[in-house]
T-cell receptor, first 114, second 112 residues
Framework: NAGVTQTPKFRILKIGQSMTLQCTQDMNHNYMYWYRQDPGMGLKLIYYSVGAGITDKGEVPNGYNVSRSTTEDFPLRLELAAPSQTSVYFC?????????????FGDGTRLSIL | GEDVEQSLFLSVREGDSSVINCTYT??????LYWYKQEPGAGLQLLTYIFSNMDMKQDQRLTVLLNKKDKHLSLRIADTQTGDSAIYFC????????????FGSGTKLNVKP
């Protein structure tokens, strides 16, 4: 079982460039999430989705966009990369809404903006 | 917003017990979680406790919850070098959308 798969694992971008971080899950989970983890900090929720075709903003959505055309995929797009977006990005999924449904995480994408 | 706080570092000797502490602020939390993050990897769920429980034991792991003080702890018995990692506390908050709030993580260093 692959679980949650993120690509790429590492990326360096120049200021102003754009890119898409890919996330896919094979567990048929309805809920998917994008977090960023800054050094010494906890995870901050960027965007989430409760099902295909439905997305909503989390705590720190500025500078990002998402889409959810299928249950499996939840890509995160950076349109104009800024140094403040240097971070480790984690995608996660959970089966359902209940808070007893733990989130399953990918291994992360380490992104540097120079 | 919700604040989940943890101490940043803990160092123990192999074979000792480790206790990692966490405090949270939202009284409407329903479940509280402990995740483990090894270097270069994502977060792995270790255990969780429902907010109306005081204690949960799972092999070497014991979770204690003091709901009155909003204090959660994770005890690892017989700590091994393989337990060295960052441990995150998280709370699940009942909402229209169930939200999770994470602490900043406690880095556990186990000395041989």
């Amino acid at each position: 079982n692959a679980g949650v798969t993120q690509t790429p694992k590492f990326r360096i971008l120049k200021i102003g460039q754009s890119m898409t971080l890919q996330c896919t899950q094979d567990m048929n989970h309805n809920y998917m999430y994008w977090y960023r983890q800054d050094p010494g900090m906890g995870l901050k929720l960027i965007y989430y989705s409760v099902g295909a075709g439905i997305t909503d903003k989390g705590e720190v959505p500025n500078g990002y966009n998402v889409s959810r055309s299928t249950t499996e995929d939840f890509p995160l797009r950076l349109e104009l990369a800024a140094p403040s977006q240097t971070s480790v990005y984690f995608c996660a999924s959970s089966r359902d809404r209940g808070s007893n449904q733990p989130q399953h995480f990918g291994d992360g994408t380490r992104l540097s903006i120079l | 917003g919700e604040d989940v706080e943890q101490s940043l570092f803990l160092s123990v000797r192999e074979g000792d017990s480790s206790v990692i502490n966490c405090t949270y602020t939202d009284s409407s939390s329903t479940y509280l979680y402990w995740y483990k993050q090894e270097p270069g990897a994502g977060l792995q769920l270790l255990t969780y406790i429902f907010s109306n429980m005081d204690m949960k034991q799972d092999q070497r792991l014991t979770v204690l919850l003091n709901k009155k003080d909003k204090h959660l702890s994770l005890r690892i018995a017989d700590t091994q070098t393989g337990d060295s990692a960052i441990y995150f506390c998280a709370e699940g908050v009942r909402d229209n959308f169930n939200k999770f709030y994470f602490g900043s993580g406690t880095k556990l260093n186990v000395k041989p």
